[in-house]
């Protein structure tokens, strides 16, 4: 037996789905202002593997990073990678 009724355990999950929309359309909102992609979104748009992706950076694909030694997510500008694309 639950703790709380069925109707107030949906209306909270109602609830965190909507503030979990919220944060990714702030996500998108910010991602449009900067232009940067993260690796992760990037290998999913374009179908690549890790291994992919690492071979292009070495290639001469610019990343951005955090200058911060702690973060180690990488982004990409989709210019960037455009360019990269079209000059092999």
Do not use: C, H
Request: glycine share 4%; hydrophobic share 40%; proline share 1%.
């Amino acid at each position: 037996m639950g703790a709380f009724s069925t109707e107030f355990e949906q209306a909270l999950l109602d609830r965190v789905d909507a503030l979990a929309e919220k944060k990714l359309d702030l996500e998108r909102q910010l991602q449009n202002q900067t232009g940067l992609i993260s690796a992760k979104e990037l290998k999913k748009e374009l179908d690549i593997t890790g291994s992919t992706l690492n071979n292009w950076i070495k290639a001469g694909l610019k990343v951005y990073q955090s200058p911060f030694e702690s973060s180690k997510k990488q982004f990409f500008r989709a210019s960037d990678v455009i360019q990269f694309l079209s000059v092999r």
